[in-house]
Structure formats: C-alpha cells, structure tokens
C-alpha cells in the first residue's frame, strides 16, 4: 500500500471471483502509482444464507490471493472480515474512494449483475471513473458473444459451442469435428451397473493449511448457524493446487468421465467429475487452461474422444454460453416466472430431513461438501422444486447460497433457465422433466426408498411421479403443441379422467403438506392404496 493515504493513480479492485494471478487488471501496474483493494464484508455470506464451505472457500481463496500479490510486491489494502464497521462492499469501496481520491478504478466485471451496477453507481456519485477489463477466465468476451448473438432469432447452446468450436479450433481437423461429429451424446449417456459404479479414484485432497484453518475458525465463530460443515473441506485455494486438481483429473478419472457423466449414486460425491468448477469460477484456473490440457490428453491417446468432448462441451459450450446469456438478458431474468410457480422451498432442502431417498442422499451430501454434480442439481433438486411449483428465486437463492462454486452469473441462467424454465425458453428449449422412472433409470437411489418410482398415485407411489404427471396437466396447454415436447405430453391420453383427477389430489396435498412443514415422511399422507397404478 502506498506509504500515505494520498491521492493514487489507479486502484484496482479485486473481487472474490477475480483471483487470476496474471489478471488484465494488473497490467500496466506501476507500485509506485497504483494500489490494489479487496475486502471481506458480512454482506457477501448473507445475502444468501451461505454454506460455510463456501464462505471458507472464497475467503480463503482471497486471503492466499493477497499473501501472493504481496509477495510480489503489490502495493495492496486489504480488509478482513471483522476489522472493519462496513457491511457490504459499496459502503468499504466508497470510503476508500473518499481516502484516497484515485484518478480512475480498474477492474474486471463483477460475477453478479447487481455488484457490478452498484460498485459502479458508487464510483460515479464520487466522479471516478471505472475501466472495466476483459476477463481472460473466458475464452469468448462478452462483446464477442453479443455479436453472435445478433445473427439468431432464438440462441441455443449447440449452435453456440459450434462457433466455439470453429474458432477457437478445439477438437478440429481441416475444418471439421475430429470423428467427423460435433457431440458423443450417445455414448455418454450410460448408467451404472446393478451393482454401482465399482471402485473409484479419490480426486486430490488439498488438506488446509494455516490460512484456510484461519478462516474456518471464523466462519465457524462469525456464521455458527449457516448451513453445512467444514469437516470435509479440502478444496483447492491457490493456483497451484488448482493446477494439480486438473492434472489429477486428468490422470485419474478424465477418461471415464465421458459415458457416466450422467449417472449418480447413493453415498458416491464425485465419481468421475473434475472438482474444477469452483477453481474456475474463481480465477484460480482459466477455462483455456482446462479445455486445451483436456484436448491435449486426447490428441495424445490417453483418453477417449467421447469423454473428452463430453468434457470440453461443459466448459467451452455450457460455461461460456451461460455466461454470454446473463449479461445478455438481466436484470430481466430475475424477474421471470413464466409457469406461474409459488409454492415455497421444503425445508428439507437446508436440513436433509426427508424419506425420499435421493432427494436425502443428494442433499446431505451437499450440506457435508457444499457439491453436488450437474445431473444431480438439474434432475434431483432441480427436479423436484420444480415440479412442485416453487417460486423460481426461492431454489435460486438455495442453490446460491449452498454450493461451493455458485457465482451469480453461471448459477442463475442454469437454475432460473435451465432447470425451472421459469424464462420461459431464453435457456433452454424446454423444461427438463421426468418422472421417478428416470431417476431409478440413472441412479440406485430407489431401492433403498420406501417409494415406488412406476406408481403415480396411492401410498406408495413416488412423489417426483406424482408431481410429473400432474406438471404435465398443468402445463399442458404451453407444451401439448410444442415440437420437443408434443411426444411427452401425449402421454397423457393413456389416463382416464378419474386418473388424472386422483393424481391431482395427491399432487395437491403433497403439496400442502410441504407448505405446512409437516412431512418429512410423504407416504403418511396416502395411507389408501387403493387407486395405485404401475406407470412405465
């Protein structure tokens, strides 16, 4: 830090999500000029109710940020979560603006659409200007995007990741998609065994050190009642351990990656999935870094052509288009909510306390690691909240709030769009639903549930089913004459009225019962199974 509190040149701020070493906002840094910023406020871990793995990781992230910037001699104002009156970052940036008075602030954009309004807002009441710089944790800039944008009437992600594809020159030939095909979907849909998926490589384990053990203390002390734990927290902090993350991937779990990417499991966290979200989404590693050391793992013959691509299109499809399309559409987005859902989130959600098994599995294992894999975020909680109609924002503050990777800018289009369709297609081209089928289909979950996945109705029949086929009366009219899913929804022609009425009863106090708070255990509210009814 300069050695008084006078006017400087540049201060550039870095958030929690922007802890590139090699950031372009460090460029052109003179130390005798300029001066870096971060804080930690309260306001970060409470505006959601916070995992505490996910408060640790950011902190601890930030903190072993600033050790390395000052170690490489970065003139560097730092503020520490209790050593200071402020409460969210505008009001700790607006005294600093007020102090040092510094010709211009530098920075890269924030991950969440309100921040970056509200940092800005605060820079222009005190006639600051603010330089936005591209964020190189992107392969594509946000400009770049919006150009592309501009040539269709309807984006979607395939024609997205082709552009991608094309111009970054990744799994290209002359062209053309190496093997001659843009996706191995096919191959990469497959399911485990009767028995499970068998034993497994443990991703790298990064046990924490003084700084990390620090701030769990206090997270332990400051947010003793946030949800989740620490006592598995072992995610990697700096560069370096990101860097081995991906090299362990690579090594040991890239190559079966590909066929089971959608597939889960009771008790298994992470099965063939990289662990490499949050260090992305944090700056630790830049996304280039992993699609080409994956692509590199392919062309060299270590791994196949269906797991790499089946990875690559996560990143350099999924990633990068979402992260296009939230600053394409907000702050419309949080606005949305097309299928007109209200029903609150279950508490069960924050507590794992309920006898649907997977819904019990998946959740208590989020609240021990604060992950989960996509699938089980999209087709298990996803799934469920929305066939039972919750308020859009309110399974967007959860799943912001609980898991150790979520930044608003890639949370909110996957759940918002992806998962709840409450958008209404800016996402996705149509809601992804199923029925309790899928999930014995995908998982083992079901047979140790007390619920059966083929009944839609009477005591036993599994409330995802239930929900499924009343969704589909529900929403019939928006959807009967859609094109993706006309088939879907002809299914219901096999049912008669009486049918669809009993399902829509039991849909109905399912729902009521969550409402109330009173059932943890569902199959006590149909104690007549009398109208049960095998369904494929």
């Given at each position: 830090m300069p050695a008084s509190?006078?006017?400087?040149?540049?201060l550039v701020v870095i958030l929690g999500d922007h802890l590139d070493p090699e950031s372009a906002a460090l460029t052109d840094f003179d130390p005798e000029q300029d001066c870096c910023w971060m804080a930690e406020v309260p306001e970060e871990s409470t505006i959601v109710w916070s995992h505490k793995a996910r408060i640790t990781l950011f902190l601890s992230a930030m903190r072993h940020h600033a050790e390395s910037l000052r170690q490489r001699g970065f003139p560097l104002e730092y503020l520490t979560l209790g050593t200071h009156p402020f409460q969210s970052l505008a009001a700790a940036l607006d005294d600093t603006l007020q102090r040092w008075q510094p010709q211009q602030i530098i920075s890269l954009r924030p991950g969440t659409w309100q921040l970056?309004?509200?940092?800005?807002?605060?820079?222009?009441?005190?006639?600051?200007?603010?330089q936005e710089r591209r964020h190189h944790n992107f392969l594509f800039s946000i400009s770049e995007f919006a150009e592309w944008a501009k040539s269709y009437r309807q984006l979607r992600l395939e024609f997205w990741y082709r552009y991608a594809r094309q111009k970054t020159g990744i799994l290209m030939e002359n062209g053309q998609p190496v093997g001659e095909?843009?996706?191995?979907?096919?191959?990469?849909?497959?399911?485990?065994?009767?028995?499970?998926?068998?034993?497994?490589?443990?991703?790298?384990?990064?046990?924490?050190?003084?700084?990390?053990?620090?701030?769990?203390?206090?997270?332990?002390?400051?947010?003793?009642?946030?949800?989740?734990?620490?006592?598995?927290?072992?995610?990697?902090?700096?560069?370096?351990e990101a860097e081995a993350a991906l090299q362990d991937f690579i090594d040991q779990r890239l190559a079966s990656f590909g066929p089971l990417q959608d597939a889960f499991w009771p008790g298994q966290v992470w099965l063939y999935h990289s662990r490499l979200s949050a260090a992305m989404n944090l700056g630790l590693l830049r996304a280039e870094t992993v699609v080409r050391a994956v692509a590199q793992a392919f062309h060299g013959g270590r791994v196949p052509i269906a797991s790499a691509e089946?990875?690559?299109?996560?990143?350099?499809?999924?990633?990068?288009?979402v992260h296009g399309l939230y600053w394409l559409h907000m702050p419309d987005w949080l606005k949305q909510n097309v299928l007109q859902a209200h029903q609150p989130?279950?508490?069960?959600?924050?507590?794992?306390?309920?006898?649907?098994?997977?819904?019990?599995?998946?959740?208590?294992?989020?609240?021990?690691?604060?992950?989960?894999?996509?699938?089980?975020?999209?087709?298990?909680?996803?799934l469920f909240a929305l066939l039972l109609g919750v308020e859009p924002q309110a399974i967007h503050q959860w799943f912001l709030a609980i898991y150790v990777d979520a930044v608003e800018w890639v949370e909110l289009p996957n759940v918002l769009g992806m998962s709840q369709f409450a958008d209404g297609g800016w996402m996705a081209s149509k809601p992804y639903v199923a029925s309790g089928h899928y999930?014995?289909?995908?998982?083992?979950?079901?047979?140790?549930?007390?619920?059966?996945?083929?009944?839609?109705?009477?005591?036993?029949?599994?409330?995802?089913?239930?929900?499924?086929?009343?969704?589909?009366?529900?929403?019939?009219e928006r959807f009967r004459a859609h094109p993706r899913t006309a088939?879907?929804?002809?299914?219901?022609?096999?049912?008669?009225?009486?049918?669809?009425?009993?399902?829509?009863?039991?849909?109905?106090?399912?729902?009521?019962?969550?409402?109330?708070?009173?059932?943890?255990?569902?199959?006590?509210?149909?104690?007549?199974?009398q109208i049960s009814r095998n369904l494929e």
């Open positions: 509190e006078r006017s400087i040149r540049s970056r309004e509200t940092l800005r807002a605060y820079a222009a009441r005190r006639g600051i200007p603010w095909r843009w996706n191995y979907d096919q191959e990469n849909r497959q399911r485990p065994g009767p028995q499970g998926p068998g034993w497994i490589p443990e991703p790298l384990s990064f046990p924490p050190d003084a700084i990390t053990q620090e701030v769990m203390a206090q997270i332990d002390a400051q947010f003793a009642e946030h949800p989740g734990s620490l006592a598995q927290f072992d995610w990697p902090v700096t560069p370096q089946g990875f690559i299109r996560q990143v350099l499809g999924w990633r990068e288009y989130l279950p508490d069960f959600y924050w507590t794992g306390e309920t006898d649907m098994a997977c819904l019990k599995d998946t959740i208590r294992r989020t609240l021990r690691h604060g992950y989960a894999h996509h699938i089980e975020r999209l087709m298990v909680t996803g999930l014995q289909k995908m998982g083992g979950h079901c047979r140790g549930c007390p619920y059966q996945p083929k009944q839609a109705t009477g005591a036993e029949a599994c409330p995802f089913t239930v929900l499924y086929w009343d969704f589909l009366q529900t929403h019939a088939l879907q929804w002809k299914h219901l022609d096999r049912f008669s009225k009486e049918q669809l009425a009993n399902i829509q009863e039991q849909a109905r106090t399912i729902r009521h019962h969550l409402q109330q708070g009173r059932a943890t255990t569902l199959n006590q509210m149909h104690p007549d199974a």
